[in-house]
């Protein structure tokens, strides 16, 4: 079953203010089932963005979707192997590993955690050769995560509302994702892949799946 995870903040943002980032923490309250209080998330990116990626984790097997993401699994807190290397779960946290299908090579990002049922999260990964990344509201001429440095995500709440996004490498455009509305425990997460001549940008949903 796959269901919509809540990256969320401790404080709440409107579009037309943003404030500064927040200390971050997620909220396992959204499922229809606790989750358990040693459990943590982990999800894949495949690097060059290709779909069907997969990557053995303990006894399970992430699977990248069309986008290149696949979603969360839950796992007890502990370490297990995984592909080439091994990844350490803890409780309460969230993790992104980053595969590169051709090396089998792993990086494990610690996704920012966010906290509070009242706003909306988007989380953004520079896996591009570009220096850095922003993500932009041009609708609002505010930026909404600034200075995402190649192999590095950051995370940012807001409050909830429809927006346009639009993903800048300095004064050039990567790519505009049409106006969308993200609600209260809802997030997202924009992808940059590619090198820094032909660079490409995602917007997916944070989603969780349970055995």
Known sequence: ??????????????????AAPA??????????????????????????GAAGATLPVGDRTLTTGADGVSPYAIFKQGRYPAGSGAVDVAAGTFTTVVVDPATGA???????????????G????????LPSVTLFAPEFERVVVDAVAPGETKGRAFGEGSLVLEVRAGDRSVAVFPKRAIGRRQAVS?????????PRAVLVDNTVVRR
């Open 23 to 48: 200390a971050l923490a997620q909220d396992a309250g959204l499922y229809d089932a606790p989750i358990p209080a040693d459990a943590g998330f982990v999800r894949m990116i495949a690097r060059d």
């Open 122 to 129: 988007i989380h953004v990964y520079n896996l591009s050769a």
């Open 190 to 198: 924009v992808i940059v892949f590619g090198s820094a001549d032909a």
């Open 106 to 120: 792993l990086a494990a990002l610690a996704d920012a955690p966010l906290a509070s049922p009242k706003a909306s």
């Open 1 to 18: 079953m796959r269901l919509s995870l809540a990256i969320l903040a401790a404080v709440s943002l409107a579009f037309a203010g943003f």
